[in-house]
């Protein structure tokens, strides 16, 4: 099928033909048949790299009215954003930051592209825009699965059919093992397809042996010992010997002319495995030298932090690391670079994996468990097909290949989980009573909902709901509702003889418009309180209070530090609205107090380069908590003015962030 027979512009038949399109993959011919551009609901459950991107471009851009682009990590939304953008005649606007209120500018917009927590605190604000959407096209869906960010997107898609019931709806997913299921739920068509541009073969290496899926195998020279510490080691505490096969996976790689990337558990075991890689001179192999020096100039002028110094000079060598605690402008450089096939190899988190465009040659996963609390675990299949499934450059390469690193007592278990093996599930994580109880809180603040049996309709159209029946959440929303009336967010209010009316508190409605949680407006109301209370409370006080709620990130305690924290806590006692023989949870609170004590500093005068080397936080985890501060304070001020209460400090943290 030819682009030019497709019912669209003259104009956006030329845009897709100078990007090389010209001709539909065969999953995107399905979507099309399957009536992508005549308005119908549409689930495509495609392996990575397959084309997702264009159909949901084609259903944006013939459908009948504003389309929305909901994208759940907001990481890939500016990429999204800009190949909207790009479309001629097109106007469109990204909406991002994921907590602030979402004024009326985005109406008249052609195509929005935004996160589900951005479409969700919207609807909760009443903006008009969204009940004028013609269609809206949900990326990575499969993510309703996830924790919190998963209910967020099931029941803001179910608001948004309920209130506009003849949206049309386009899903995108990964290859999940019951698409059927999505589709179902969204009243949609099914393209299921493993169809891929460039064909993948997948292998275990086993020392310097691999063995693919095809049958085929290939050799390298790994040193030794290395072998000898991998065999005898086994693969689930990373020993030295699956670093040095890895590398060895690299170098090959490299010098067949292609570019890797390799996964590995942890930020730190990025950046450790980028600087063993380094020592390979990966930039001189692939005869980019310069053009990586130039990359290391880029990230060494973001900052003068040690992370962007310890970049720069792997940078220079052709290899980065990658990992959400870099700040967003290294990350950026890292992913321009590499897919400007400046440097040969990205080191990774498994972040990098969800959605992040960057196809190469070979894709080698070394690190297949991760810490899960305390013991190792697998990762889940869907998240290692999703790695594997940037191998592959279409147009470039002949084929992809994906490389699991074990020895000889994993490769079994690596075969049946992640060669043959199916991905899993998507299952609904709505029952997760803090997810209710802030989706309850917003479905009675909002007025769609005035009684128990009304929070479940508008739960009808959810995930959950569909696969078992929304009668299955009735308990669990009957405590979510307790949980809200003893916190003082929702009040029943009697109309009669046993019957009554469930309605927002202000601070219930506050909370709600505000997007923050059910606990964390709990806790900034006492905190407030005690603040009021004090004789001299300060930015410190007020950063405590805010870095307390399960709206802040938790910052890494470790256990050198952990001492220090203890007497900054103790010297500050009368600044803190928390005693020290208070909280349920110590460590968390200390953990807090921490993130209290780097904000404080940060407004204070502190460099981010003298933050990271004290703390020992990433720079990008700075910038987050930097961030996530100015959102729960500007929530602080709305929830102070809603219970009359005055604490001046927290417009004095919050005009200094
Ligand atoms: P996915 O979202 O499925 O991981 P993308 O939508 O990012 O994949 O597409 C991967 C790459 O394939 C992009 O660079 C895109 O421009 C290219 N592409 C998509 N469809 C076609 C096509 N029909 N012909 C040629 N290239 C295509």
Redesign the pocket.
Known sequence: MR?RDLPLPEQFVAH?AD???????PP?AAAVDAGVCAGENVVAA???????????ELALVTADGPGLYVCPLRALAR?KYEAFAALPGVDAAIATGDFDATGEALAGTDVVVATSEKVDSAIRNGASWVDDLACVAV?EVHLLGAERRGPTLEVTLATLRRRNPELQVVA?SATVDNPEAIAEWLDAALVESEWR?VDLRTGVAVGGNVTFDDGTTTAMAVPNAAVGEAEAGGADDGPPGDTEVTAALVADGVDQGGQCLAFVRSRTEAVALAERLADDRLAERLGTESAATAAADEVADVDGTATGQRLADCLRAGVAFHHAGLRAGHRAVVEEAFRAREIACICATPTLAA?V?V?ARRVVVRDQKRYAGSAMEWLPTLEVHQMC?RAGR??LDPYGEAVLVGDEDTRAELVARYVEGEPEAVESKLTDPASLRTHVLSAIATGFAESEAEILDVFEGTFYAREAGAGGLADAVAVAVDDLVAAGLVRRETGGVETYRLAATPVGSTASKQYVRPETAERIVSGLRTAAGMRNPTTLTVFEVVCDTPDMQDTYLGNAERAEIYRFARANAGALTTAMDEPDDFEEWLESVKTARILDEWIGGATVEELVASYRIGPGDLDSRVERAEWLLSAAEALAETISVRVPAVARARSRL
């Open positions: 682009v897709f990007r090389g399109i010209r001709e539909l993959y995107q495609v392996p990575t790299a397959s084309g997702k991107t264009l159909i949901a990429e990326d995108l541009p959605g465009n196809p499934g279409p147009g």
